[in-house]
């Protein structure tokens, strides 16, 4: 019997967007297959020791949130958090908890504020909000049977940008991803996964949760292989659905400007 | 006379002529619009509202959930008064929905009987309309998460309001004392408050289920980021909530529910304090939430200085408006529908469907992500639908609708339900149909859209089951 322990950094505190969903998509998919999960909430000034989990997951929070929980990650978890992430650690990290990973967020107003620093990026607060449905492409998630498509909705002010040994999640089809000028959504860094995509992003996304399962599956035990396949239809009707109706709209809106 | 006067008075006399006329076309086009005729009015004579009410009382009724209840709440209580008004209707609660309304009420001379404007109005634009007016009376419901891509950030929205309240000390504020975020407004301004609330922790008294606490806003204390400590809570962050901290807490209210007598699926009978008097009171709606709807509206009617006889009467015989449990009888069964639009309010909805009796319950969700729905729906994953498994022993069914229908299929997945039970359907007649055929005579099928699937929704039923135009 397999056994996967998730933990959920902040789970009360950040939890924006239907954070939550993430969670339950890997509970779920988990369960479907017979393969037991421990979720632990891990919250401010909870003991944080990375070893007890194979998933960590961090999510968005506003202002104000992301405000009282930066001390306990800056100065109480964070170097365990480091140790992982370069210790191979499976990650995901969604909006605010992805920006939180990074060096620094610069205001509008052009104050630097801290952040941990645990991967080579940072995000510069910009005037304008980035907001809507969001296609992109992830190369890593390409198989005969998948296209590598992922679907999502973003809503952020900050802009991200990339350091050198940082990879994109993916590229963007429809939307603004990270910046809203090079073109690419998300950040990678060894096993950890950061995007600014909610929807929730993992259960209409089936193909990245496996992904992600079973990147923790073989890290945790060596002769695991792969997941056996699920019923999909519900989640590919909904990813989908978004990916036509926006390509449509897309077609129609290029139309409009060429007349 | 002066000819810039009477320019000007011609200007306006034209101005609510067009106006009155684009109103009648948008409706014989069933355009269902209510905003453009404003939004024409506003540009061809700019400031008209201030005019068109000068000499009202204005009262304004704003914040994230039961604006719309509270205000029909509020109008039954100056009907019960023989108070003439104006107010606007639910959906017209921006900017120029409120200046169509103001349009339609008066005279071609912009001139009425009314002595008070009555406006529910968005909480995110609640900033704007103070720029143009300013209420006497300001009630806040309550705050919570809702349409996030709309409105930015819940502290984002709360900051506005607070800021542009503050800029005018005569408004009189009545808050909601058992929400942090709402509370803290009378505790940062000078102006005169009266505070609402549920006194104690009164569901324990009734059959109500007791879930487990989990709130997902307004966690910490808004001064000092300490977490709450709470005596009771009613639902979602809301009860009685102190800060260990810095002390900041629940403000004592001036109007309160002091006990809840019974609870019905129809309505709740409640014992109430009024001035140190404890009265008797129904609130003729069902469900906790619909208590601080009555509460606020009592709230409202005590600052006005009505009669409180008036006003028990009106929350007693009080019918709710459009979208908000509306029961359409469908031969010899029914169409109950129930307007959803963010979490809290779907919590409710579903902890109602749990204490239902009914087996074999057909229920469908119509999820849009039109702008006046919210773009992103993500909010559907903070909705506790897990809950339903609570009456998964009455083997309900759930249909699936909507431009979201597959999302909303997800998410019913997701949280345990049997994919054989969910069906998507995205024809409304087709749906309306199945879901009917498959419910027990003289039951209910429950029907919950968002705010522009109910539109879509209604303009069908309308014609099968000849339903009134909801602005009627
Ligand atoms: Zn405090």
Redesign the pocket.
């Known amino acids: 019997m397999y056994t996967i322990e998730i933990c959920h950094l902040y789970p009360e505190i950040l939890n924006l967007y239907g954070d939550k969903g993430n969670i339950t998509a890997l509970k779920k998919r988990c369960e479907w297959r017979g393969i037991d999960v421990k979720i632990h909430n891990i919250s401010l000034e909870d003991d944080f020791n990375p070893d007890n989990y194979d998933i960590i997951f961090i999510g968005g929070g506003q202002d104000y949130e992301q405000e009282i929980v930066k001390d306990d990650l800056l100065h109480k978890k964070g170097a365990a958090i480091k140790e992982a992430i370069e210790g191979n650690k499976v990650f995901l990290a969604i909006c605010g908890g992805y920006q939180l990973l990074g060096k620094y967020y610069k205001t509008k107003e052009g104050k630097e504020l801290e952040f941990l620093g645990a991967l080579d990026f940072w995000t510069n607060g910009d005037e304008k909000r980035m907001i809507g449905n969001v296609i992109i492409e992830c190369d890593f998630l390409k198989s005969e049977s998948f296209d590598g498509k992922i679907v999502g909705f973003e809503n952020h002010s900050g802009k991200t940008y990339l350091g050198k040994d940082i990879t994109p999640l993916g590229k963007v089809i429809i939307g603004y991803g990270n910046n809203g000028e090079d073109g690419y959504e998300g950040a990678v860094y060894k096993n950890v996964y950061c995007s600014y995509l909610h929807g929730s992003l993992l259960p209409k996304n089936p193909a990245f949760t496996d992904f992600l399962l079973e990147k923790a599956l073989n890290n945790k035990y060596k002769d695991f292989g792969t997941l056996p396949n699920l019923d999909d239809s519900f989640e590919m009707a909904a990813r989908n659905s978004v990916i036509n109706r926006l390509i449509t709209s897309n077609k129609i809106n290029k139309l409009r400007k060429i007349f | 006379m002066n000819m810039k006067l009477l320019w000007h008075e011609l200007r306006l006399i034209i101005t609510i002529l067009i106006g009155k006329i684009l109103i009648v076309l948008c409706r014989f086009a069933k355009l269902g619009g209510t905003s453009f005729p404003g939004k024409v009015a506003e540009k061809l004579c700019p400031g008209i509202l201030r005019e068109l009410s000068s000499g009202l009382k204005l009262i304004m009724v704003t914040g994230t959930n039961g604006k719309t209840t509270t205000t029909r709440i509020i109008e039954k209580i100056l009907q019960e008064n023989k108070i003439q008004y104006i107010t606007n209707k639910s959906g017209a609660n921006l900017v120029n929905g409120v200046i169509t309304a103001f349009i339609e009420a008066v005279d071609f001379l912009g001139k009425t009987d009314a002595s008070i404007a009555l406006i529910e109005i968005d909480e995110a634009a609640f900033s704007k309309i103070c720029n143009l007016i300013v209420p006497h009376v300001l009630i806040v419901t309550n705050f919570f998460r809702d349409q996030l891509d709309r409105y930015g950030e819940l502290y984002g929205t709360l900051k506005l309001v607070k800021k542009t309240a503050a800029l005018f000390e005569n408004i009189k504020l009545v808050l909601n004392a058992d929400d942090s975020l709402c509370a803290s407004i009378g505790k940062d301004l000078k102006n005169e408050v009266t505070y609402y609330g549920i006194d104690k922790d009164v569901k324990h008294s009734t059959s109500s289920n007791n879930e487990a606490y989990d709130s997902k806003d307004a966690v910490?204390?808004?001064?000092?980021?300490?977490k709450?400590e709470y005596d009771y809570h009613t639902y979602g962050h809301l009860g009685g909530f102190r800060?260990?901290?810095?002390?900041?807490a629940r403000p004592s209210a001036d109007i309160s529910c002091t006990e809840i007598d019974e609870m019905k699926d129809t309505h709740t009978d409640i014992k109430m304090r009024v001035s140190n008097q404890v009265i008797k009171a129904r609130v003729n709606l069902p469900g906790l939430y619909n208590i601080y709807n009555a509460l606020a509206a009592t709230a409202c009617s005590e600052v006005l200085g009505l009669p409180i006889q008036n006003t028990v009467k009106a929350i007693g015989s009080f019918e709710s408006g459009f979208g908000r449990m509306e029961t359409i009888p469908a031969d010899g069964k029914f169409l109950k529908l129930i307007l959803v639009k963010n979490p809290t309010g779907f919590d409710q909805v579903l902890s109602y469907f749990i204490e239902q009796n009914d087996s074999n319950m057909q229920i469908a969700f119509i999820i849009n992500d039109n702008a006046a729905d919210g773009r992103d729906i993500s909010w559907l994953w903070d909705v506790e639908f897990e809950k339903l498994l609570n009456i998964s022993h009455k083997e309900p069914e759930f249909y699936v609708s909507g431009l979201r229908a597959e999302d909303m299929a997800v998410r019913l997945k997701y949280a345990g339900i049997d994919t054989n039970k969910i069906t998507i359907i995205k024809d409304y007649e087709e749906l309306v149909n199945k879901g009917l055929l498959r419910t027990q005579q003289s039951k209910s099928f429950y029907i919950l859209p968002t705010y522009t699937a109910m539109l879509e929704l209604r303009k069908l039923l309308k014609v099968k089951y000849n339903l009134h135009d909801f602005w009627e």
């Open positions: 910490f204390c808004l001064y000092c980021q300490s709450y800060c260990p901290n810095c002390g900041y």
